[in-house]
Structures are given as structure tokens and as C-alpha cells.
């Protein structure tokens, strides 16, 4: 039997068939077959007005043609509509069969084509706390982690500190003021890099000491490498305790700061002069990527080296990109980044295409993502100003559900803590994913942790509240679906529908479409428990088996889709 992964290419093979009697060979893909948001339709097939045109022919009268050629048995029904389109409603009892036939990856196919992904996310600034600039980035990257890996793909995540650089002049002349690393811990990253800063614009000496610290850094000088690595180390702990707190897979293993790339960037540099597609511009070596231009059309460069011979960020992600596709073999690179940083990107990929490190095959993209707002409108920010700390924030999220949850839950204290760190880091994450993320969007308490609409909380209680349905049936067995009510039909189908927006969320990078799914499947779901009684006396025994299998089915694309976006399902709230 054709399951439900394989439906909407099933559907297009059909269409393809259809039109080769007609003498015009189309591919599956071409048939342009998508779920159909139309109320009594299931799917729906959008070819017929392209090819209308190019056939020169009335798109309905292509339209009808595949209609009557049409050979599909899992297909009901196919009717012409609107100018062109074809809705398709497929048999009711072949869908019920197709469902029975799910096992646990619930339809989703291992591609066919695995691709070495290399996934920067996340990539803070060292001595910096994380802060809600940090968050996107953070939570974006892992549900594409979890996203590209489900769907069969190998992901090297790799987290691009800016662990180098000038900065860390001033930062490690400040600590030696402080008397070292040593035993002491820095409590407050952010303080501790305020302080420097200051000190760095009050005090010329200190300031002509960090200049000297910067040489002795770039140098290798053993002893300011010590301090240095101090500096890294105490804000990886840092990051990994956020990381804990939120669920993130990164690891110490998966940081490749921009000093990992250090040793690479002088032959990094030669190589592109070699290629003679180097000038010296003011003293600095660059590169003009074709098509960039600054307001006054004057062509924009990628500085390969500076003037006084130092090396800098541009460099760094043109020899991330050697290092990767060279030394790991990844096939595509992804920067979860925000779209402040599109140019640089956009420049690094064509200077990286100029200089042969990225061949056809290959693929660059950045994932790009909009700005987190307050109330007001603007980027958010704390009363007095300041960047808002991640840290501060998940916490605060976790109290504002223990509230929700204290009103709701009957469970004991222990139980209800966990419930609300589920809810709450949930909803921050959900908030963050499920609009268009190159969208930006207004952060509200009230909106992300409302039980009702687009949130990871409604999702949470429809499947808890399954889990609930499912342990009061005891033992009965979850028997053959059968979707004899227009209710259990729509949530059927929706179920079938998983593998569709797994594969577009994979394909365009883009997890909202995740969201928008289970929200779909939730709300089918509460059509369905409102109008089809399960555990009800008069609910006869097939009847009830029936509606058990697709609650646990219900459940299972819930938790699954949950955690593809790194949020937890409890199973009791
Ligand atoms: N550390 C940078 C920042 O905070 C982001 C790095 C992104 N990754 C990269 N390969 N450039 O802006």
C-alpha cells in the first residue's frame, strides 16, 4: 500500500499518466500537487494554468482533460474549479487504510539524497552575556538541527564565537588588573566588559597597554593565550548553562570560534591572491565581489587584509567556508544569523564562488531573521534601556507559566515546576518560530502564553489532554481507523498531512510551517473530541477503537512536531 509520504507524488505520477494520453509528458513535480485549504477538497493540482499557456490552450480545457483521463484509485472524486485548478477528494476508506499504516516516523521519508549540512548557529560574542539578539539565532538553529537530521540529512552544527579580535586587548589587560583568572569567576560577563570598556576610554595607559596585549594575543605569546583561554572558558560556561536551560544540542565540541580559523587565514589569502582576483584598495588587500555597491555606486570590497596587516570578520567566514567544504565535505552551509548581516553573506559567498571554494552542488545560504519588538514597537529592551538578558528572560517566562499552570493543574508542586518550564521556554521558543522568521515580531506575555490560537501552550493541553483520554481506555486496544464523521475525516486527513509540512519546513528552511501544522492538527483535533465522543457508554467498541487510534495518532505528530522545534510535550499538566 502507497503511504501517506509518497501521496502528493502518488498524485502527481497520476496527473503525469493522465496527461501522457494526451501526448504531453509532464514530471510528477510538475503536476504542482498541494494540500487544498478549500473546504471539500483534499488536495488540489495547480498545473493546468502554466501549461494552459504554454500549450496554448484555455487552462480549463487542460484541466478537464487530466480529469477524464484520470486513473487513481485512491482519488474520489476530481473536479474542475476556479480558472484552472483541479481539487481532488481522495477516498475516504483509503485514507483510513493509509493511516493504519503509519509506524513511528509517521509518514515523514528518509531523503533519498542525504546532503552533509554544516549549521552555524547560535554564535555569541564572547565576554558578552547572551541576550535576546542571541535567542533567534539559537532557537531557529535547532529546530533546523532537528528538522534537516529527521529528514534524513547529516548536520555538523558549529558555533561561530567571536572569541577574537581587538576587544580582547582591553578584556585581558582588565583581568590581569583584576589579578587573573585564577580562582575567582567572573559573575557578570557584562559588568566585567562595561568595566574594561571604560577603563579603555578613560585611561590612555591602560589603553596603550591593550593595544600591546592585542600584538602579544595575535602573536602567540603563552602566558596572554592563558588568559585569553580563561576568558573563553568562563563564557562557554556561560553559553552552556543557557544552552541547558533551553535545550540546545551545541556543545564545547561544537564551538569553532573565529580563532579556530586564525591558522588558516594567511593561506587562505594567498591562495585567492594567486588567483589574481585581489586589488589593493587604501593600502588594504580586497576582493570586489561583482554587484555590490555602496550608495554613491562605488563597488563595495571584502577586506581580505587590513591595512595594518590585521585580519578581520570578512576573512574569517571566507576561510570558514574553505574549511568546511575542503576539510569536512559539507555540501551546503547555513548561517542562522540576523539579516542585519545579509550583505556580509551574500559578499562572502560570491567572493568564496570567485576563489573555487564553492562549485556547483554546492549550496550557501543564510537563514536570516528579524528583530525581536517591545510594546512599543521598537527592539525590545529593559525599562532602563539595556539589552535584555537571556538568561532573565527564560526566567521569566518559567514564573508567568507557573502562574497559568498553578490555576489549571491539579498536579503536586514538583510536577507543576516541570510543567511550567515546559510551558514557558515553550512559548518563548513558539513565539520565536512560528511567524515567517524573516518577519520581526512583537514579544507579548499574554499573546504567547494565551491557551487558545497559535501557540506551543494550546498544543501542549491538546496533547495532554489525549494522554489523559488514553490512560482512562485502559486497555483498549487502538483499533483500524475508520473516519465515518466529517470531524474524524478532517482530522484524518490533516494527520496525512504531516509529511507535507515536514518536507516544506525542511525545504524552505523554514519552521513556521511546522507550527502552522500542528496548529491545524490541534484544532482538527478539538473539532473532533467536541462532535465524536470516545470513551462515552453509547460510543460502540470499533467506533471507540477507531477514535482512540487517531487520538494516539493525534498525539504522536504533536510530540513529534514539538520536538522538531525543541519544545517539550508533557504528558500530564
Ligand atoms: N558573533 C557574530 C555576532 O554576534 C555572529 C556570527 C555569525 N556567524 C558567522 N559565521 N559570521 O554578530
Known sequence: MVGVSELQQLLGRRVADALATTGVDITADEALIRPSGRAGADYQCNAAMSLG?????????????????????????????????????????????????????????????????????????????????????????????????????????????????TPFGMLIEHLTDLGGAGEHSIGDLDGFYQAARKKFDADPDFADRSRLRVVALQSGDEATLALWRDLVAESARHFGKVYGLLGTSLTDEDIYGESFYNPYLAETIAEVEALGITSVSDGAVCVFPPGFANRDGDPLPLILRKRDGGYGYPVTDLATVRYWVRERGVTDLLYVVGLPQSQHFQMVFSAAAMAGYLETGHSAVHIGFGTVLGADGKTIRTR????????????????????????????????????????????????DLSGDREKDYTFTWERMLSTEGNTSVYLQYANARIHSILRKAGDTAPGPIRLQEPAERALGLKLAQFPSAVAAAVEGYAPHKVCQHLFETATAFTGFYENCPILAESTPAEVRASRLALAALTSAVLTRGLELLGIDAPTRM
Do not use: C
Open 384 to 431: 532602563s534601556g539595556g539589552t535584555i538578558k537571556l538568561v532573565a528572560l527564560l526566567e521569566e517566562a518559567v514564573q508567568h507559566a507557573a502562574k497559568l499552570v498553578a490555576e489549571r493543574s491539579r498536579l503536586d508542586a514538583d510536577a507543576q515546576a516541570e510543567v511550567a518550564r515546559a510551558v514557558g521556554l515553550g512559548a518563548v521558543k513558539y513565539a
Open 53 to 165: 499557456k504554454k500549450l496554448g490552450r484555455p487552462p480549463r480545457e487542460v484541466a478537464q482533460a487530466i480529469v477524464d483521463a484520470l486513473d487513481a484509485p485512491e482519488v474520489a472524486a476530481s473536479e474542475v474549479a476556479g480558472p484552472g485548478f483541479i481539487n481532488f477528494t481522495l477516498d475516504t476508506a483509503w485514507l483510513a487504510g493509509a493511516l493504519d499504516g503509519l509506524d513511528e516516523r509517521l509518514g515523514v521519508p528518509a531523503t533519498a539524497e542525504p546532503r552533509r549540512f554544516a549549521l552555524d548557529y547560535s554564535s555569541p560574542n564572547v565576554a558578552k552575556e547572551m541576550h535576546v539578539g542571541n535567542m533567534r539565532s539559537t532557537i531557529i538553529g535547532e529546530s533546523l538541527l532537528r528538522l534537516l537530521r529527521y529528514a534524513g540529512h547529516e548536520v555538523i552544527p558549529h558555533n561561530h564565537l567571536g572569541d577574537w579580535g
